[in-house]
């Protein structure tokens, strides 16, 4: 009942939350309907796109395999990819691996327009997708110095995803499955929009706002395409939503063994100078006991927010299945009631 009358509220077509405390799932509601103007009404198992939300995740995997020794923080992209170092700027050259994860590598806040062109066009497996998008960034021209100045890049993480797959041997998106999404239990973890076309068995993503809300099928147009997975690609339901950010709450000391507390507070420390970490804005908050950390997430069609507080040990996640003020505003206050019912 919260959770629909903020739906109605900011005419959304959906909405779902969840909370996790002391690593367990605590609250979880899901109301509204998968695509608006259907009957299908959504469900505690259905699944929701996360957007950028994806970017704590490919840190994460990141954090994992420099704990194994596969890759290190100050690895560079040229050392991952020397065959194609004579074709690299170079000041791309020297780009390391915490500065991509950390929005500060110089990569461009936009794509540019040829390179997402072709991006969308798809054409070949997702890894060869990500490998042409890279090089065709890394011959040009950063638009910062490396190290100097915070901008906010998909591309950045789509570069720092390919050069995790180059070191594991394996797709990003196994790489991904089997290494961070199988050890924490996140079953329902995917990539792209959910669900099938020819039939309404998932909520849909939405253009438009309000009386002009547009459904927009799953498939190719309905997602970013994998080039850039690594920043924006992952869908999973709200309660495994929930406990991944519980994980980030839980920590080493509490949580799954998957990452040291160094790891967890490389994870969660921002680059001087910004309130960026490695796909988190760190901040505080009283009601966290002090440190927080929080991120948004949106492809344009659907839209992801996480709170999570790892003093109290508690997470709250947010996700509807449209973009825009409107949906903005209402996973606010979703998130805010939350907070406002468990912790005060």
Known sequence: PMLEAIRAKHQLPALAAAAVIDGQVVALGTTGTRKSGGREKVTDADLWHIGSDTKSMTASL??????????????????????????????????????????????????????????????????????????????????????TKFIYSNQGFAIAGAMLEKVAGKPFEKLMTERLFLPLGLKTAGFGAPGDARKVDQPWGHTGTGANLKPVPPGPAADN???????????????????????????ATKGKALLSDG??????????????????????????????????????????VMWVAPTKDAAFVVATNVAGKDAEQGCDEAVSALIQKLLR
């Open 225 to 251: 395409p994998p080039a850039i997975a690594p920043a924006g690609r992952v869908h999973l339901s709200i309660a495994d939503f929930a406990r991944y950010a519980g994980w980030h709450a839980r920590g």
């Open 263 to 304: 790891g967890f507070a490389k994870l969660h420390t921002a680059a001087p100078g910004q309130d960026y970490a490695m796909g988190w804005i760190v901040g505080e908050r009283p009601w966290a006991g002090g440190k927080v950390l929080s991120h948004n997430g949106s492809n344009t069609m659907w839209l992801a």
């Open 62 to 147: 990141a954090a994992v395999l420099v704990e194994e020794g596969k890759i290190k923080w100050e690895t560079t992209v040229a050392e991952i990819f020397p065959a194609y170092r004579s074709r690299m700027n170079d000041a791309r050259k020297t780009v390391t691996l915490e500065q991509l994860l950390t929005n500060r590598s110089g990569a461009p806040g936009d794509a540019p327009a040829d390179l997402w062109q072709a991006a969308w066009k798809q054409t070949g497996s997702p890894t060869n997708q990500r490998l042409d998008f890279l090089l065709g960034l890394v011959e040009r021209p950063p638009e910062a110095p490396p190290g």
